[in-house]
């Protein structure tokens, strides 16, 4: 009898120790626009939208859900773990400006004031990357196209959710709102060099396919949310921005065999947004003091530059050439198809997606984005290195999946 009521007190006492870590503290929301849904449930009704900059109160949290309190709009439900930050808002009002927490004193940094000026200098057109951002998945949809597909609603809580902290504070460098600043003045840049292949079913069935593997991945939300647009080339390629957005080429996309296989192309691209490898140059040349240790550390950043606009447009422009020209290293590439089959056994698509892709690549390059990538046959090696057989062999291809499979 008195072991258990030592036992209670004790648990009683470390229970409260954990209410008083997470109860009640005040988080801040870090994306454009964070939906309070009714429960834990990426498919539950949402209550009502946060902007960006709002505090709200901890209830409670688990690694993908926070349960939240807000006075002002009254509201009261779950927020998405990945929409929040610790972080206060540096700026009077509701807009965290991130501009101020840039790089003290290196000058580099991706707002929409970098954006405005950006634009009426390059007199660049952000109407298709405004029109890409705008295509929207329908939440009934999603949901339709999740339990025909056999696949899964982002309600299982995998082993890639051990995080120990709201994910925003992981961008100790660069914030969620200054990836999507870079990545839409990206986007805006390859998009002046390439046409959209339009087609707004082929369109909306890959944008359900990525936002089936977004909601079961480890950060379900970016600043503005992923979007994919098909370009218009026979070329076979596929390249994201640090913003969200995924291109495909109308040559992949056609080459392809099954929804498996454009799953794959797409968790390919989500992972090298997830792994931040866009931001990697940007993040170094934050960390050193000044451009030659920028230099020395690789980067093609020239001379030591005060202007943030002249900053912004070197940087802009390094990327888009690693996008289009030069590529991530072999190691990135191996690591973004790791990812890759993780992030499609999360979403309950076939990992051996992945492999069928691999072996359509074009063998050598002919000047395309995947020219630069390791060898088709090297990856598929190192795939299935990591993919345990059974994954590989086992086919829970629904047949709905194989029938709604379309290229055009
Ligand atoms: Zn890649």
Known sequence: MKKILIFTVLGALILTGLEAQTGGKTLYVAVKSAPVKASADIFAETK??????????????????????????????????????SRRPTSSGNRVNTGELALAGKGLSFSSEMEQAYKSDQKL????????????????????????????????????????????DMYDEITMEEAYYMG????????????????????????????????????PLL????????????????????GGHIFISRGLVEAATSEDMLAAVIAHEISHIQLEHGLESVKLFRLTENAADARRSGIALQ??????KILFMQTIAESVDTLTHTGYSR?????????AADLLVLAGYQPSGLLDLLKILPRSGSGGWYSTHPAPSARISA????????WVRQNNNAAVRAARFRTK
């Open 331 to 339: 190691e990135q590439e191996f690591e973004a198809d790791a990812k």
């Open 184 to 219: 839409r003045t990206v986007g805006a840049r390859v998009l002046s060099a390439y046409k959209i292949y339009t087609n707004a079913a082929l369109t909306a069935y890959l944008n359900n396919i990525c936002q089936t593997i977004v909601i079961n991945s480890p950060r």
């Open 303 to 308: 001379g030591k530059q005060d202007d943030p």
């Open 383 to 390: 795939v299935e290195g990591i993919v345990p057989a059974t």
């Open 223 to 242: 600043f503005n949310g992923y979007h994919v647009l098909i370009l218009d080339t026979p070329e076979i390629n596929a390249l994201a921005t640090p």
């Open 125 to 168: 057109s952000y109407d298709a990357i405004d029109r890409m951002e705008a295509q929207n998945v329908d939440g009934r949809e999603l949901l339709k196209f999740i339990t025909d597909g056999k696949l899964n609603r982002g309600d299982k809580p995998g082993s890639a959710y051990s995080l120990q902290q709201p994910v925003n």
């Open 48 to 85: 009502g939208n946060l902007a960006q900059g709002q505090a709200v109160t901890v209830v409670s949290e688990n690694a993908k859900w926070t349960q939240v309190r807000v006075v002002s709009p009254a509201l009261a439900g779950w927020i998405s773990t990945t929409s929040l930050t």
